[in-house]
């Protein structure tokens, strides 16, 4: 790794560093909290965490984009967008589990090159470069081998984020993996997914700071992350995702998702 993406890569750990930095004090310790127009919660680490984020970027790189959870977007004019979430998984963060992240992207021309999933908490970093192997904390992960979609493991943050429409076809999914489904996790489990943990992660109504970090960190490590049509992901997708550990089991997984009972 030289050059322009070497720079990118030191920035983005610098801003997964600040991040943590913002964030322990507050964990499982007294802060400010309310609720944002759609009802999910904010506190005042997620505040303080992309607050330090956008003031490093804009030092570094004055041009580019940046579109955060809490502060919006900031336009830019050099085709590279920074979208930052610094605390994905906020509930789980409010009730003292360590399976937030905090969640870092570059897209170049709306398409994610590079993410980081950084856990301050448990020290855990998960590092994905288009075109170079996912690492976690400077060691490759890989993705495990899924031979048959009824042995595999599937996970989702939770119940409640399905409509009554998707709902009936996750479940439909889910009863081809045999019911092997666990519950909560937000990003932490496509980390997992990444380090041969889960075999699939489907979700959907996630925002492009939900996901666009995490695909170069899946398909780094030997996986693949789409959405429900298996389309690619990028800054115009609907928020219908997959994340797939065997990319062999991808068209199993769609016509799972596609059943009409």
Sequence with gaps: ?????????????????????????????????????????????DRAAEAVMRKLIEEAYPQDAIIGE?????????????????????????????????????????FPVM?????????????????????????????RKCRELSGATLASSGPQYFDDHSAQ????????????TVWGGDCYNYGLLAAGHLDLVVETGLKLHDFAALVPIVEGAGGIMCDWNGDPLH?????DVIA???????EEVLEGLACDH
Aim: charged residues 20%.
């Design 1 to 45: 790794m030289v050059g322009a993406a070497a720079a990118d890569i030191g920035l983005a750990n610098q801003l997964a560093d600040a991040a943590g930095d913002a964030i322990r004090p507050f964990y499982r310790a007294e802060f400010i909290h309310e609720a944002k127009d759609d009802a999910s919660p904010v506190t005042e680490a």
């Design 70 to 110: 809490e502060y919006g977007e900031k336009t830019g004019t050099s085709g590279r967008t920074w979208v930052l979430d610094p605390i994905d998984g906020t509930i789980s963060f409010m009730a003292g589990r360590p399976i937030f992240g905090t969640l870092i992207a570059l897209l170049q021309d709306g």
């Design 115 to 143: 993410g980081v999933l950084d856990q301050c908490i448990s020290g855990e970093r998960w590092v994905g470069i288009t075109g170079e192997e996912t690492t976690l904390n400077g060691e490759p992960v890989t993705t």
């Design 169 to 180: 076809h996750f479940m439909a999914l889910a009863a081809k993996t045999n019911k092997r």
């Design 235 to 239: 800054a115009e997708s609907a928020g």
């Design 244 to 250: 797939l550990g065997e990319p062999a089991r991808l």
